[in-house]
């Protein structure tokens, strides 16, 4: 925890520092300040790196396991399946791309 207080809040936010700690507290049943962490870690990740970039996905992730392991089902589904919804969705970007690459190609 020192070396993740010792970082300005923007690094700390996007750092997987936050979210590797956040996991140590989580398993040390430590549930309050993992979720703070894990909230902490998406709001900056959404504000930096938006919400379809994969560290943003991995915290959405993280945060909802975490709620449904606390029995905040409604706000671990939400997030669950806004993660889901958002993979699927970059993914079917990504093979568009790549078909009209292909076709540019030949």
Do not use: C, H, Y
């Not at 923007?10 to 979210?19: A, D, F, H, M, Y």
């Not at 703070?36 to 994969?54: I, K, Q, Y």
């Not at 992730?61 to 993660?83: C, F, I, P, V």
């Amino acid at each position: 925890l020192s070396a993740l207080n010792q970082m300005d809040a923007e690094e700390r936010g996007t750092s997987w520092l936050i979210n590797d700690v956040a996991e140590e507290l989580r398993e040390q049943k430590r549930l309050d300040e993992a979720k703070a962490l894990f909230t902490e870690a998406l709001a900056a990740r959404r504000a930096a790196l938006g919400d379809s970039d994969p560290g943003t996905l991995t915290s959405i992730n993280n945060l909802g396991l975490l709620l449904s392991q606390t029995g905040q089902l409604d706000d671990a589904r939400a997030l669950l399946a806004e993660q889901a919804a958002t993979r699927r969705a970059v993914g079917e970007r990504s093979r568009d791309q790549a078909r009209e690459r292909r076709a540019v190609r030949g």
